[in-house]
Nanobody, 125 residues
Framework: QVQLVDSGGKLVQAGGSLRLSCAASGRTFRTYAMGWFRQAPGREREPVAVIGWNEAYTFYQDSVKGRFTISRDNAENTVYLQMSSLKAEATGLYYC??????????????????WGQGTQVAVSS
C-alpha cells in the first residue's frame, strides 16, 4: 500500500515557475513508477509526466516537454514536478499517482493504483 500527499500548487503568473511535491508513505515506494496527472475543468484527467521506479524511464506530455521535469528521491519517499515557463493551459488540479503494480510502467490513468488528494495550480495570463 502507498499513501500519497501532494502539495505545492498555487496561483502563479504566466512564465513563472512552480514545484509540486508528493510525499509517499510505505517502504515499497521505491518499487513503484510514479506520475503526475492533471485535470482541467471540464476535461478528463491526463498524464503530465511519469517516472520509473529507478528513474531510468521518464515520459512527458508533448505540451510540457522541455519545461517540466519529474524527479524522485527514493530515500525521502518523495516525487517532484518542477514546472517552468508556465502557460495558462497548465491550470488544473494536479494529482500525484503511483502505479497499481510494482516494477510496472504505464501512463494510463486506469493503471494507477494510488492517488494523492490533488493540489490546485492556477496560471494567470
Amino acid at each position: 500500500q502507498v499513501q500519497l500527499v501532494d502539495s505545492g500548487g498555487k496561483l502563479v503568473q504566466a512564465g513563472g515557475s512552480l514545484r509540486l511535491s508528493c510525499a509517499a508513505s510505505g517502504r515499497t515506494f521505491r518499487t513503484y513508477a510514479m506520475g503526475w496527472f492533471r485535470q482541467a475543468p471540464g476535461r478528463e484527467r491526463e498524464p503530465v509526466a511519469v517516472i520509473g521506479w529507478n528513474e531510468a524511464y521518464t515520459f512527458y506530455q508533448d505540451s510540457v516537454k522541455g519545461r517540466f521535469t519529474i524527479s524522485r528521491d527514493n530515500a525521502e519517499n518523495t516525487v517532484y514536478l518542477q514546472m517552468s515557463s508556465l502557460k495558462a493551459e497548465a491550470t488544473g488540479l494536479y494529482y500525484c499517482a503511483a502505479h497499481a503494480m510494482p516494477f510496472t510502467i504505464s501512463k494510463v490513468a486506469a493503471d494507477v493504483g494510488f492517488w494523492g488528494q490533488g493540489t490546485q495550480v492556477a496560471v494567470s495570463s
